[in-house]
């Protein structure tokens, strides 16, 4: 008997023109759409950081709104279909979530990525930290780290409607989240979660991260959003050009009504 597939039309962004790639103009540049048969027992649904709280309201409201519209139809949908749901809501959350034990080992702490290291001969370690007199370099571009975790750390938690259940996984950090994906022989990864612009790709379990390891990924598109500035809020533009840069370098996307349908649609598959 053959192997339920879902059916799911996805895209992604490309830099040139087929019948032109040289010579080409950026109006030419423009998306394209297949329809990709992806093996249900291949497959894992991600949930980055969704969290219950966070410091910036209208975020908040705008991530609620998604979590309750857009992710929770995704999650049944992906539990029905026998789709393995796997949450990765940051370290210090997961580890609030016994399931986050199952094969966490020591050395699989998350890491940040980089992308080069410190000369310990240049620049000085006062500069490289912006200590002293360095410090009018520093840039506080969100609310300091021990202020955050004394308010939220002990209220943070995955948000409520997906709590994660019993046959659900959790992880701490990208090498578990590898290690569990290699036990369980899983190759294509359905990506929903927070924030578009950063932990969604950033995060050592994010879609960079997983993307260069060769694994395949489809992001749900309306089932993210980013942080946005003060100018671009009002139309969500920075969600906007980072899906189209993870639709560029790193994933397919899709949409969640695509996803539901192709779960719905998996168990008549010939």
């Known amino acids: 008997m053959q192997k339920p597939v879902l059916k799911i039309p996805a895209r992604y962004y490309r830099l040139y023109l087929e ?116 410090s009018v370099f520093n840039r506080g571009f969100s609310p300091p780290r021990e202020t955050w975790e004394h308010v939220y750390r002990e209220k943070l938690m995955i948000a409520e409607p997906l709590t994660p259940q019993p046959n659900d996984y959790v992880v701490r950090s990208g090498r578990q989240l590898h290690r569990i994906l290699k036990k369980l022989r899983k190759l294509h990864l359905f990506y929903a979660g927070f924030a578009t612009n950063m932990c969604l790709q950033h995060r050592d379990y994010g879609v960079r991260a997983m993307s260069e390891m060769g694994y395949n990924i489809v992001l749900l598109r309306d089932c993210t959003a980013a942080i946005e500035a003060h100018d671009t809020v009002n139309r969500l533009l920075a969600t906007r050009i980072f899906v189209q840069e993870i639709e560029t370098k790193y994933a397919w996307s899709t949409t969640s009504k695509d996803f539901i349908k192709a779960c719905i649609n998996s168990s008549k598959n010939p």
């Not at 999650?75 to 034990?101: C, F, L, M, W």
Request: proline fraction near 8%; charged fraction near 30%.
């Open 19 to 134: 019948e032109k790639p040289y010579g080409c103009l950026e109006k030419d540049f423009h998306y394209v759409e297949e329809l990709l048969e992806i093996p249900v027992v291949e497959s894992v649904l991600i949930l980055v950081d969704c969290w219950s709280i966070h410091y910036c309201e209208s975020y908040l409201s705008r991530s609620r709104k998604i979590v309750e519209e857009k992710i929770v139809p995704v999650v049944d949908a992906a539990r029905r279909t026998g789709v393995t749901v796997i949450h990765a809501p940051s370290s210090n959350v997961a580890e609030k979530y016994p399931q986050s034990s199952w094969c966490f080992e020591k050395g699989d702490e998350e890491r940040f990525p980089t992308y080069a290291s410190v000369d310990p001969e240049w620049p000085p370690r006062e500069f490289v930290e912006r200590m002293g007199c360095f």
